[in-house]
């Protein structure tokens, strides 16, 4: 197009700042009409790649869809390029909001666009007109509950949209672009391993700032300047003396620990040499000294080529000597003494961020209630960070932003706390808060008005708040399940905030010491650059149906084997081949060589193996024998009774609040609620009863009983202790019953024939073993990645035929046919699809209220966190129990046929959610549904859990029968729940 030129010209020419290489290049390459996937660190500048995609789009009459993976993401994009091109040429669709939606260039979650496709014709028919799709976060496509939806818009968009992918800096951008060319055509791959603004890694740890690194990937010290005269700054809290400054230490160790800064923000640096234009100098090579990225983990106190700093190496010996338990350990303080480092406490390390010029910070807590904890210690130590002009401004903005809150909810929603972080500068951000006061932090962090955020790791995902400073607390997190370790991805992801573009010459990550911090494995952690994007697609019920309907059985399987899941397990396929290549012809090598003349070797061997593998079936038999007797006994227990847990962390007395007899013939097993003797509430499992456990007692459990109160856990608790049963009394009966091996006639007749061999004789048997078992060792090899690459072979396809057997076996598919019920499923776009399906069809939710349909609905969004249990007296009357009760049974008739097609999609309906929809959609106050709920429920939780339900409950509008009473219900149920903070946060 002849405008094309002019447009990329025009547009380079707005912007304040001059492009990067690679900004230059994905620009020139969709002006020549391809589609770019650009890789880059966070905070480079991909998304200018994305808005050059929207000037094209008006530039040439077409329109532009820019998505991205959450809402709060496609509201900062919205009101970006809405200043930019203004409000017309701009609109926004979200799952519940539509704004100017027919505009040029339209804003949306990848969910949107992903319904568009499926609701419109086959090849995109009503997108004639739309040139570009940007895809912001694409790497999102690894996310194992969305990760589908990324990949299902990149195969069905129509073949002359042009799509840009935006993806964080990943290992394998050239496999995935490979990829694109195979299913969007000419795709130019374009990798940017460059940060703008350099990144400098530090540990705080003994009241010093030490640098993580003293050479550069090269090999080179640092420069002359950086290795002067600095000092080790002491920390003082409030309150104590300040510390003696500490001499400044010889050039050669000087670079070790740094003064970062002198004074407030803006100031400048000690210790860092600066070209005349404020550039930081290069080294002799050229290179900005000791970046903080690049390489891999070495080994020898280096890492990727970079010298750990020595250092740190020293404070982790030192700290590791002398750990009680260890024989013969001892420190310098003499024996069993530990060298003991000291850790700053939250509002110190603000503190000390503050006087070294390196505000605004976010630190990353990776906990809500450590969050919220950081924010109420900093103002009890009198923090102010902001002076009156600007607490004026923090003022005006928090009023204009919650003005339609209620004020009766202000309080439940602990505003006036949270109004007093903010006027001293500190906020928390965590999915826990309401929306409303999570983008006002965000508004006045970009403003600069709040100067430390304590934040979880949900603040890394897309939204565009970066800072001088990154601090992470710990390196570990959990996981809903355990405590892990950050991965490096994710490392690279949190610590890419530091450095703001045009504003910081270098940006900051700051490790606090912990005990146990390996300064090693950091170094590996902050230099290793391989993290690799997989496919998390799968065929779901929805996609069956809707791509069997468009597109006929063939052709959607030959659909799905275009997808990047297929893609990278054919592949890997090659490379298992290969392998079984290699083992195949060192096994006959190993056969020819093995020879014995008192009989076969591997025949004996064989013998061997035979009697292990008999041996190891007796015993699983006999755990599962155990495993069946444990899972009835569960399943005998009733409400009140009372149970000793044998061992673990919930071991002791405990009264039964909840039996979950029904998940009986679950494969899991009954996981009853209970009520432990030290007042917790917590879900038991086999895995709590290593023998059949009986009730040793019993408690009447009041009707009203809310594990929620802890007035009504101390009552029961106490009726527990006064129910004088012996606390040391057995668990359960385990009768000693003879081994099975003793009595097994099969592993007996083995054995026999081994002592028969004539191989068992000879002298060079266990030689002759030896080589054997390598032969063995070799076969089973082979035979499992044999297995592995039949696995991968047409893997997706595969799965997509169980799904759709599956459906046919229920009535939603007539071979290539999309039954009336089908096209309800087809329209159902939620994790639990066929299990709404089939309670529309069934007609469960007919007779529910408003209220009561709330309820209903709202078990198959909810997830709950952790330890939240759903144990509490139901809400609602007995037809909305019996309701809930027909959910249960319907979900397990549709495991039991997804068991024998091998699927997993369907899950028992959710009750924890169910008290606080039902009351709120009948009118109660935030703070009794809150307060009342069964789970931790927080604003920001309540609010989430409410947008799923009204989405849901929307689409139950749109595909229930036009007579059926249920679509009216449903209307009325979302009238009912939009109101107070559910109606405001919802609000754009």
């Not at 227990?637 to 909840?658: E, F, K, M, Q, T």
Request: charged share 25%; proline share 5%.
């Amino acid at each position: 197009m002849s405008s094309t030129p002019e447009a990329l010209v025009e547009f380079a020419a707005s912007l304040p700042f001059g492009l990067d290489p690679f900004q230059h290049e994905a620009l020139a390459a969709l002006a020549a009409g391809d589609g770019v996937l650009v890789a880059a660190p966070t905070g480079a500048g991909k998304t200018v790649v994305g808005e050059f995609a929207a000037h094209l789009a008006l530039s040439t009459g077409t329109r532009c869809f820019y998505t991205t993976p959450i809402k709060a993401l496609s509201n900062q994009k919205f009101t970006d390029l809405a200043a930019r091109y203004g409000a017309d040429a701009v609109g926004l669709l979200t799952g519940d909001t539509s704004r100017n939606g027919s505009a040029p260039i339209v804003v949306m979650t990848t969910e949107v666009l992903r319904n568009m496709l499926y609701a419109g014709p086959v090849g995109g028919g009503g997108l004639d007109n739309l040139g570009y799709v940007v895809m912001d976060e694409v790497h999102y496509l690894a996310d194992r509950q969305r990760g589908a939806v990324w990949e299902e818009v990149i195969i069905h968009l129509p073949a002359h949209v042009r799509l840009v992918s935006l993806s964080a800096t990943v290992s394998n951008a050239e496999e995935f672009g490979e990829w694109l060319v195979t299913v969007r055509g000419h795709t130019r791959v374009i990798v940017s391993d460059h940060r703008p603004v350099p990144l400098w890694q530090h540990v705080l740890a003994d009241r010093t700032l030490h640098d993580l690194f003293l050479d550069d990937a090269g090999g080179q010290s640092l420069p002359t300047a950086r290795t002067g005269a600095v000092s080790a700054r002491e920390l003082t809290g409030p309150g104590s003396a300040r510390l003696p400054s500490v001499p400044a230490r010889p050039t050669r160790d000087a670079a070790r620990t740094r003064t970062v800064g002198q004074g407030r923000a803006g100031q400048g640096r000690a210790g860092r040499e600066r070209n005349g234009d404020g550039r930081e100098r290069a080294d002799g090579n050229g290179r900005p000294a000791a970046r903080g990225d690049g390489g891999t983990r070495g080994a020898g106190g280096a890492a990727g080529g970079r010298v750990v700093n020595p250092d740190l190496v020293r404070l982790a010996r030192e700290e590791s000597r002398a750990l009680p338990g260890l024989a013969g350990s001892r420190g310098r303080g003499g024996p069993g003494q530990r060298r003991r480092t000291w850790v700053p406490g939250r509002p110190e390390v603000v503190e000390r961020l503050d006087r070294d010029g390196l505000l605004p910070a976010i630190v990353f807590i990776f906990s809500r209630a450590g969050c919220d904890a950081a924010v109420t210690a900093c103002v009890r130590t009198g923090m102010r960070l902001i002076g009156p002009a600007e607490q004026r401004r923090v003022r005006d903005v928090v009023r204009a932003r919650t003005a339609g809150i209620p004020d009766a909810d202000l309080a439940v929603l602990g505003f006036w706390p949270w109004l007093e972080g903010l006027e001293r500068g500190v906020a928390a951000h965590h999915a826990g808060m309401l929306p409303t006061f999570k983008e006002i932090v965000e508004q006045l962090f970009a403003e600069g008005l709040v100067r430390v955020v304590f934040a979880t790791e949900t603040l890394a995902l897309g939204i565009n708040m970066p800072a001088r400073t990154v601090v992470l607390e710990r390196l570990t997190k959990f996981n809903g399940e355990s405590r892990v370790d950050i991965t490096p991805g994710e490392y690279t992801q949190l610590t890419g905030r530091a450095g703001r573009r045009g504003i910081d010459v270098e940006g900051h990550a700051v490790v606090l010491w912990q005990s146990g911090l390996d300064p090693l494995a950091l170094a590996g952690l902050a230099s290793t650059r391989t993290y690799p994007l997989r496919s998390s697609f799968r065929p779901s019920y929805n996609m069956a149906v809707n791509l069997v309907g468009r597109l006929g059985h063939d052709r959607a399987r030959t659909v799905l084997e275009s997808s990047f899941a297929q893609f990278q397990a054919d592949r890997a396929v090659v490379d298992l081949a290969r392998q079984v290549r290699r083992n195949t012809d060192t096994a006959d090598e190993l056969r020819t060589a093995l020879t014995c003349d008192r009989g076969d070797a591997l025949a004996y061997d064989q013998l061997r193996r035979d009697i292990r593998e008999r041996e190891t079936a007796l015993s699983r038999e006999g755990t599962a024998r155990r495993r069946t007797e444990s899972a009835a006994a569960l399943g005998r227990l009733r409400i009140g009774d009372i149970v000793r847990v044998p061992a673990g962390r919930r071991s002791g007395l405990a009264v039964v609040l909840d039996a979950d007899a029904a998940a009986a013939g679950a494969p899991d097993g009954p996981r009853p609620v209970v009520l432990t003797a030290d007042r917790q509430v917590r879900r038991l499992s086999l895995v709590d009863f290593p023998v059949a456990v009986e009730p040793i007692g019993r408690v009447r459990v009041p009707r009203s009983f809310n594990p929620r109160s802890p007035q009504s856990r101390r009552d029961l608790a106490s009726s527990l202790r006064a129910a004088g049963v012996d606390p040391d009394a057995s668990p359960g009966r385990r009768e000693k019953a003879r081994s099975a091996a003793a009595d097994d006639a099969e592993l007996a007749r083995l054995r026999r024939a081994l002592r028969a061999h004539p191989g068992h004789d000879c002298p060079r048997r266990e030689e002759h073993l030896r080589s054997a078992e390598r032969v063995g060792r070799l076969e089973r090899e082979t035979a499992a990645i044999a297995r592995k690459v039949e696995g991968r072979t047409n893997t997706v396809a595969r799965t997509f035929d169980r799904v759709r057997a599956a459906l046919a076996e229920l009535g939603y598919l007539a071979g290539d046919t999309v039954t009336d019920a089908g096209r309800v499923l087809a329209r159902i776009y939620c994790e639990q699809d066929l299990l709404v399906a089939e309670c529309l069809r069934a007609g469960l939710w007919e007779e529910l209220t408003p209220p009561a349909l709330a309820a209903a609905v709202s078990t198959l969004v909810f997830e709950p966190r952790g330890d939240d249990l759903g144990a509490t007296a139901l809400p609602g009357g007995a037809v909305l129990h019996d309701c809930l009760d027909e959910m249960a049974r319907v979900a397990d008739r549709l495991a039991a046929t997804e068991h024998v097609h091998r699927l997993d999609f369907v899950r028992r309906p959710e009750l924890g959610f169910v008290p606080a929809a039902h009351d709120w959609a009948a009118g109660r106050p935030l703070e009794r549904v809150l307060t009342a709920s069964a789970v931790d429920l927080t604003a920001g939780d309540f609010v989430r859990w409410m947008r799923q339900l009204l989405d849901l409950l929307d689409q139950i509008t749109k595909v229930a029968p036009e007579d059926a009473r249920v679509r009216r219900t449903a209307r009325a149920a979302m009238e009912a729940l939009r109101r107070g903070v559910v109606a405001y946060a919802m609000a754009v």
